[in-house]
């Protein structure tokens, strides 16, 4: 059978199941990447299964997120961390290396190797053809422990690229593209495969930045083939034994395509508050602009940096604007500075920060009241900068730079430059001592916990009969950062699940936790999409820890609705769409579990409207089945985590 990347990468790892599109998989991890928001948690969920050492080819733990240290709690979780790497045999990429993708796709991605992290922009390694998924942290435990991850077959959708990208547009303009066509619900159940002539003319950190953004379609993953262009890059960073060749056969075929004319494409722009929000940047040139932010693991590459650079060179940002500028990793943050580029930013007056998330995650730069931000980033979920009211826009770097520069939003052709090309260096500078490598099996090495790492609570096994309020009743495409907000003030509670507990649906209304309490716990009503975003297992641990039993939507974004079933939050979906506007909030509703088997739908009574309701509980497999009776994850992991003080 003739097949496209996707599928050679999934038959090669196939441990169980066929390529059927919609079928459930299994498929082997050849590596696995954490963070450190949601790293704790995954090593303690991998401690919980007691064994003594990761079973992956290469498990790669990096401190990227938690990096403003106003406290002791970051700091304390980045002493765990490095202690339990060393320990279970993980590399550690210590704080100052750089942001988690950008470090793998230089340092560790494989081309036709599976990597899963427990993160959501994991796929940016599928621009050096690798199968890079996000999932939450106990899928990433039990990848470490040697398990296979479980999945369905997605559907694979082409992207054929043809042409060529003109002056000052670039890789973001072509994902911002596919957002604008799929929007942030077109991609679930599906991974995007860029094929065609164009692909030719993108660098490997060009195509990462599209496999990056391409979470934000809710796919499953993105993949680029691994051609001569992968070869070279992987050459330049000394990683040339790496290379092997993933691409589609001659006759392979996608379940759809898309194409995409590379000439024709001009700078786009995410509008607020959703990264499909997409408008031609000339649709919007002249709004005023606050602040600018470059950076972020979806465009902080040297050549995105070297161009803003050279865009910037001799001149200072606008009045009123304060530009901040984040390296993706110390490699880059390095040759930056070696070719001048740093020089360039100083003197039109950025602010350099570190090679970190920064910004991105609310860790700091927070925009004005009412500011408009416009940022190289990857997402600008209402409230995500730290600033509520304030205005976030997504633009390439070029965009960025230029509207640092007249204080309006520009569209760069606009600027009057010559066309600026930055070749990707032949060699880039290699010094991989911020990596630590794990002690050798055997050694004696002590774990060290600080006071913020606080012990999890056991899971309860399902009741007979589910009953409780519908606490919240929410529209469509609500994000993980509405149900759990990040930023310098809550990431840090990250292993702290009752202190973090008080923040859930804080964006949107302020006295859940304490009613979600109150009552004994209950329901949450929303529309489409229901916990698009980030991997973040907080999102369905908190609410659980609050007393949440069942979501009951009209669709589930993927990694969320794995998270929910791994805490033992039942998952539901309306069988009628209609039902969704009959049902109210602080309506009781009542569900009787006694019947629940995969497949089924159930009758739901909400007493308050008088109407019984069919729902379908969202369970692919006995494993889900499972967790969900035993009260998820937690109560079989418990045990071991009840040790943890
Ligand atoms: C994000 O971009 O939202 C994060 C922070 O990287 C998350 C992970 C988290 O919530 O810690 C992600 O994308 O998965
Ligand atoms: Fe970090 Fe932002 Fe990338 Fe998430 S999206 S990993 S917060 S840089």
């Known amino acids: 059978m003739a097949m496209n990347v996707t599928q050679k990468i999934i038959a090669a790892h196939l441990v169980s199941g066929t390529l059927k599109a919609g079928s459930p998989i299994a498929i082997r991890i050849d590596q696995t990447l954490t963070q450190d928001a949601t790293g704790t948690m995954a090593y303690l969920q991998f401690e919980a299964l007691g064994l003594p050492r ?76 690798m199968l890079a998924i996000g999932a939450g942290g106990l899928d990433i435990a039990l990848a470490m422990g040697g398990l296979p991850f479980n999945l369905n077959m997605p559907e694979v959708v082409g992207v054929k690229l043809t042409g060529k990208l003109q002056p000052f547009v670039s890789a973001k303009d072509i994902i911002l593209e596919v957002l604008r066509l799929k ?178 995650i609310g860790m700091g730069f927070a925009p004005p009241t009412q500011g408009v931000s416009v940022r190289s980033f990857n997402r600008n979920f209402y409230g995500r900068s730290g600033t509520k009211n304030a205005e976030v826009y997504l633009a390439s770097p070029e965009t960025c730079a230029a509207c640092a520069l007249t204080g309006e939003i520009t569209d760069p052709r606009d600027l009057g430059l010559a066309p600026i090309h930055v070749d990707l260096p032949g060699q880039f500078l290699v010094d991989d001592r911020m ?118 939507v009209l669709s589930f974004a993927r990694i969320h609705l794995a998270n929910l079933i791994n805490f033992g939050i039942l998952p539901l979906t309306f069988v009628h769409a209609e039902d969704y506007a009959k049902v109210q909030a602080g309506d009781q509703l009542g569900l009787d579990l006694s019947g629940l088997t995969l497949g089924k739908p159930l009758m739901l009574r909400d007493e308050t409207q008088g109407l019984d309701i069919e729902v379908m509980p969202q369970l692919a497999s006995a494993r889900d089945l499972e967790l969900i009776l035993k009260g998820g994850a937690l109560s079989w992991a418990s045990e071991q985590l009840e040790q943890v003080s």
């Not at 279970?88 to 599976?114: A, D």
Request: aromatic share 6%; with cysteine; charged share 20%.
């Open 435 to 552: 990596v630590l490598a794990p002690a050798p099996e055997g050694t004696e090495v002590e774990i060290i916990r600080g006071p913020n790492i606080a012990k999890l609570p056991a899971g309860k096994a399902a009741p007979a009969h589910l009953a409780g309020e519908v606490l919240i009743r929410l529209e469509d495409d609500i994000t993980t950062d509405h149900i759990m907000p990040a930023g310098a003030k809550v990431l840090p509670l990250r292993s702290n699940l009752p202190a973090i507990s008080e923040f859930v649906f804080h964006m949107v209304d302020e006295t859940f936790p304490s009613r979600a309490k109150a009552s004994g716990g209950g329901f949450i009503v929303a529309g489409r999409n229901y916990g698009q975003g980030s991997s973040r297992e907080h999102a369905a641990l908190a609410p659980r820890y609050l007393g949440v039993r069942g979501v009951l």
């Open 183 to 360: 929007t942030v619900k077109g991609g679930v159940g599906k991974v995007f495969e860029y094929f065609g002539p164009g692909v030719a003319h993108l660098s490997v950190p060009a195509r990462a930045t599209i496999t990056n953004m391409g979470a934000e379609l809710g796919a499953t993953t993105s993949v680029f083939p691994s051609d001569s262009v992968t070869r070279d890059y992987l050459a330049a960073q000394g990683r040339g034994a790496t290379w092997s060749e993933w691409v589609a056969d001659a006759d392979a075929s996608y379940d759809e395509v898309l194409e995409i004319n590379l000439d024709t494409l001009e700078p786009l722009i995410a509008c607020p508050h959703s990264p499909d929000n997409v408008k031609k940047v000339r649709e919007v040139a002249g709004t005023k602009v606050a602040q600018v932010a470059i950076g972020s693991c979806t465009n902080s590459s040297y050549t995105d940096l070297m161009t803003v650079a050279q865009m910037l060179k001799g001149k200072v940002v606008a009045d009123g604007v304060s530009l901040g500028v984040s390296p993706g990793s110390r490699q880059v943050m390095e040759m930056v500075t070696k070719d001048g580029g740093l020089l360039d930013f100083i003197g039109a007056g950025s602010r350099i920060l570190e090679s970190a998330c920064g910004p991105c």
């Open 54 to 129: 990761v079973r992956t080819e290469l498990s790669v733990s990096y401190v990227d997120h938690n990096m403003l240290q106003s406290g002791f709690e970051n700091a304390d979780d980045h002493r765990f961390l490095q202690s339990f790497a060393a320990k279970y045999g993980v590399h550690f990429s210590r704080p100052g290396n750089g942001i988690c993708h950008q470090v793998h796709l230089e340092r560790f991605s494989k081309p036709g190797g599976t990597l899963l992290g427990s993160d959501s922009h994991t796929p940016t390694s599928g621009g050096a053809g």
